[in-house]
């Protein structure tokens, strides 16, 4: 009996630790999430099979822009003050290359097949190309005042830049950063959406409530959309039909007909969903709402907020203080949390959502990447 007790009780512990487990996590592959702390200069890697921290790397003052290179075993981010762009190798959790950028660059952008990233660098207005495989700048081009952001094209072609004191979008070859055009945008641009092909682009506001729709293809500005609201996040659908605007001020989601130019709906979500992000396959939308310090979960297609298992009560999951920036995993099983208030990583399970646990990680954490390697 006592060994079959024991028997038993290994099997559940088993069952437990499997079902906790990332679904696409095999015995050689590893998991890992990175944690960008702005109040002391450093990157938390954090094991998501474990669900533990297991290295604090310095990667110099003000982290941003984190995102993992596609095609390399590497994550990189810039360190604002210093006018740098890190690389991190992900077997090792060493930083391996700093590289000048120019002074205080905040977003990063990789070619779809992660040999190229583009850098816009805010105090020096400039864009940068450089080669992930060499870690060498191998072009520079000269944008608008105080350019906020480079988005790449996913068709690969084009780069464009919002420049905020200008209040144009500038565009570029992305393989030789020649310029092709130069477009008037809303106020104070900030965010970029490209459509799949290229050939549209959406630039929101960070002082109005509106965002401009721009034909790529042909350099000119669309239309400024009135929004009511201004916008904090912008979620492209994956086919480029739908735009998804988190509104923290609107206390919801906008959501644009991406062909048309046109506001289609509107879901009320709670007190201030500011960022989110979307199921592989589009189907749910996780918004995070910093002033209540939970996770919405939108049925995109319904247009409504997804219900408790016994249909009465908006469903939303309790995590740390001040939820900002929050990404699925690639096996789209696990959506993780980051809680500036807070200084932790929560952990949820999709299929149940329900909160697994809260991580700790360093000083006031503010950018994510998630790297299977």
């Given at each position: ?10 099997l ?14 095999r015995p ?29 790397i310095?990667?110099g ?6 995102r993992?290179?596609?095609a ?9 003050a210093?006018?740098t ?6 077997t090792?959790n060493?930083i391996?290359?700093?590289i000048?950028?120019g002074a ?7 070619s779809?097949?992660?040999?190229r990233?583009?850098?816009a ?8 190309m ?5 870690r060498?700048?191998v ?17 690969g072609?084009?780069v ?9 979008l500038?565009?570029?070859d992305a ?8 477009i008037?945008v809303?106020?104070?641009p900030?965010?970029?959406?490209i459509l ?26 669309l239309?400024?959309?009135?929004l ?14 739908e ?10 989601m ?6 048309t ?9 709670g007190m ?13 939308l ?16 319904g247009?409504?907020v ?24 690639p ?14 990583l929560?952990?949820?399970?999709v299929?149940?959502s ?10 006031r954490?503010?950018?994510l ?5």
């Amino acid at each position: 009996m006592v060994f079959l007790l024991a028997l038993l009780l290994g099997l559940g512990i088993r069952e437990v630790a499997l079902d906790l487990r990332p679904s696409l996590v095999r015995p050689d592959l590893r998991l890992f999430a990175y944690v960008s702390n702005t109040a002391d200069g450093t990157v938390t890697a954090v094991n998501l099979v474990t669900l533990s921290a297991v290295a604090t790397i310095p990667v110099g003052a003000q982290p941003t822009g984190i995102r993992a290179n596609p095609a390399r075993k590497e994550i990189w981010g810039l360190s604002s003050a210093d006018g740098t762009a890190w690389v991190l190798d992900v077997t090792t959790n060493a930083i391996v290359a700093r590289i000048p950028v120019g002074a205080a660059p905040y977003a990063l952008d990789f070619s779809a097949d992660g040999r190229r990233a583009y850098i816009a660098a805010s105090g020096s207005n400039t864009l940068v190309m450089i080669d992930c495989a060499t870690r060498q700048v191998v072009a520079r081009a000269h944008t608008g005042r105080r350019p906020w952001i480079a988005r790449v094209a996913d068709a690969g072609d084009i780069v464009a830049v919002s420049n905020r004191d200008d209040a144009t979008l500038s565009v570029y070859d992305a393989t030789s950063l020649a310029p092709r055009g130069v477009i008037p945008v809303t106020q104070d641009p900030e965010q970029v959406a490209i459509l799949p092909d290229g050939s549209k682009a959406f630039v929101n506001s960070g002082s109005r409530d509106q965002i401009s729709a721009v034909d790529l293809k042909r350099g000119a500005l669309l239309a400024n959309i009135a929004l009511g609201n201004r916008a904090d996040d912008l979620i492209l659908k994956p086919d480029g039909g739908e735009l998804y605007i988190l509104s923290g001020a609107a206390h919801g989601m906008i959501v644009i007909n991406t062909q048309t130019d046109e506001v289609g709906d509107f879901v009320l979500l709670g007190m201030s969903p500011s960022t989110g992000t979307l199921t592989p396959d589009a189907q749910t939308l996780y918004a995070a709402d910093s002033a209540a310090g939970h996770i919405v979960p939108v049925a995109v297609q319904g247009r409504q907020v997804a219900r408790s298992t016994d249909g009465r009560d908006n469903l939303v999951i309790s995590v740390g203080q001040g939820p900002t920036t929050c990404l699925l995993s690639p096996g789209g099983d696990v959506l993780l949390v980051v809680d500036a208030a807070s200084n932790d990583l929560a952990a949820i399970r999709v299929k149940t959502s329900s909160l697994m646990t809260l991580i700790p990680v360093g000083g006031r954490p503010r950018d994510l990447a998630v790297k299977a390697f």
